[in-house]
């Protein structure tokens, strides 16, 4: 498949920006649209959606981004763990440089904490292994897309009967956050595109509920330019004929019954549990929790250590970016205190961070 000619063909984006244009034409007042998927904020970021639509489409960012969406306490369990002797921490990439409440993971490698990046967490699981007289901590954060290889690598660990691989975890899920920010007056969403490579795990029927109780329109979309106004086109659709129903533009990834057998793997290790999100707050049934049969592998259980309270950069507006209710331009840090290469909060840090977006490709 050639992603660059068949999906940014300029000319049927300039066909389907005409559909969208006429479709919200007689539209009266402001249809609001959340993306709630970091690579889908970045590819709208990176190819300047925004600013292609017509002015009563307000496209806001949501909370789509895994690291943007775990709260500063998690980081402070990092680094706690990260001093303590004898301790291998494994992450991705991302959570190296997200600030905690005094300090970061990388902060603490400058220190001389033990610090690897992994690609998987299998890598972990190998690197515990290697290094049987240490404890070796994986960070298990993400949604429904990672948690899979994190049960995978647990479920590896129990067959080599390693005794020294744990897991802080913050596993989050959707669509719970959907639902939670539905109910927000200064939003007033009306329409969602849905994460898509969650989507593929959970399926698309999993916002059946979503639409039905709050009827609002969803539509599981592609990264692709192409795909993300074809979301936007039947988004607007939708809610100019009031026929609001799940929609999956996406089809040739995601299902509607996603990935069973990823799902099998992750509920055998994982269950349910609220989580707390950055900026949002507490959600019911919005989390996943190791099972108490997989506690030897649970870090929160296995290695106890003090975690300092927690403290937020009192100028950081992460939670409000989180939630869409204000842009990046709109917080004093940012571009002026808040950079990637000093981050002030975690919505710059990841890739997939909307003020990491907006500081690379700029207001569109
Ligand atoms: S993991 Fe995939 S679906 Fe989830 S936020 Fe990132 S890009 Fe979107
Ligand atoms: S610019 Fe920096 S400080 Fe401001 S909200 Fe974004 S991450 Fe937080």
Not at 56 to 63: C, Y
Not at 319 to 336: H, N, V, W
Request: hydrophobic content about 40%; overall charge neutral.
């Amino acid at each position: 498949m050639n992603y660059t000619t068949e999906f940014r063909d300029p000319e049927l984006a300039a066909l389907q920006l005409e559909a969208i244009r006429r479709t919200v034409a007689n539209h009266s007042g402001v249809m609001t649209l959340m993306e709630v998927c970091g690579t889908h904020t970045m590819a709208i970021y990176q190819h300047g959606i925004r600013a292609l639509l017509p002015k009563n489409i307000r496209l806001i960012s949501g909370p789509g981004c895994p690291v943007c969406v775990t709260p500063i306490d998690y980081v402070d369990h990092a680094v706690a763990l990260a001093r303590r002797p004898n301790t291998i921490i494994t992450t991705f990439g991302d959570m190296l440089r997200v600030p905690g409440s005094s300090s970061s993971l990388m902060r603490e490698q400058a220190r001389g904490a033990t610090i690897k990046i992994v690609y998987s967490p299998l890598d972990a699981v190998a690197i515990a292994a290697k290094n049987r007289a240490q404890d070796v901590v994986f960070l298990g954060v993400g949604f429904e897309t990672t948690t899979p290889t994190v049960a995978g690598a647990i479920l590896t660990a129990a067959r080599q009967g390693l005794k020294n691989f744990f897991v802080l975890g913050s596993h989050k899920t959707m669509p719970a956050p959907m639902a939670a920010l539905i109910g927000d007056p200064q939003l007033q969403v009306d329409g969602y595109l849905c994460p898509a490579h969650v989507s593929a795990i959970i399926g698309s029927d999993a916002y059946l509920p979503l639409v039905n109780q709050y009827q609002v329109a969803a539509v599981i979309t592609g990264f692709e330019p192409l795909d993300v106004l074809q979301g936007v086109l039947m988004l607007a659709r939708q809610i100019v004929s009031g026929k609001m129903q799940v929609e999956n533009q996406y089809r040739r990834v995601v299902h509607p019954e996603g990935n069973p057998k990823a799902r099998d793997i992750l509920y055998q290790v994982f269950e349910p549990c609220a989580a707390r999100w950055r900026g949002i707050g507490d959600i019911p049934d919005s989390g996943l929790r190791m099972r108490p049969e997989y506690a030897a592998f649970n870090a929160v259980v296995q290695l106890p250590v003090e975690v300092e309270a927690p403290r937020e950069h009192p100028g950081c507006q992460c939670g409000e970016i989180l939630k869409g209710k204000i842009s990046p331009q709109d917080c004093p840090l940012f571009r002026t205190v808040c950079t990637p290469e000093e981050p002030v909060g975690a919505c710059m840090v990841s890739s997939e961070g909307t003020c990491a977006a907006e500081y690379k490709y700029g207001t569109d």
